[in-house]
């Protein structure tokens, strides 16, 4: 079993940086990839960010140039650096982590609200 914590979410004005965190409860070297999603209240959750065991990263066109994910292997921790942030990216944030033996998991969501 692999639980994954989420923290950072908060309030924010626009224009602002928030950094978002996700610890798992087991070392990441098993993990092939770890991304972010985030979800508004009567739409799909879409992706975000993701980054892969070979360090390649893939963002949605809406995030590009404005966050980074990242990955700290000694902390078991992953990272989503969040600058520039808009209104629009009001939502709920969620880890996930897929290990290369196929298996799945997901945080339990962070709130990131930007607003004036």
């Known amino acids: 079993q692999v639980q994954l914590v989420e923290s950072g979410g908060g309030l924010v004005q626009p224009g602002g940086s928030l950094r978002l965190s996700c610890a798992a409860s087991r070392s990441v070297s098993g993990i092939f990839s770890m991304g972010w999603y985030r979800q508004v209240p009567g739409k799909q959750r879409e992706l975000v960010a993701t980054?892969?065991?070979?360090?390649?990263?893939d963002y949605a066109d809406s995030v590009k140039g404005r966050f980074t994910i990242s990955r700290d292997n000694p902390k078991n921790t992953a990272y989503l650096q969040m600058n520039s942030l808009k209104p629009e990216d009001t939502a709920v944030y969620y880890c996930k982590v897929v290990y290369f033996a196929g298996r799945e998991y997901w945080g339990q969501g962070t709130q990131v609200t930007v607003s004036s």
């Open positions: 980054v892969t065991s070979g360090g390649t990263t």
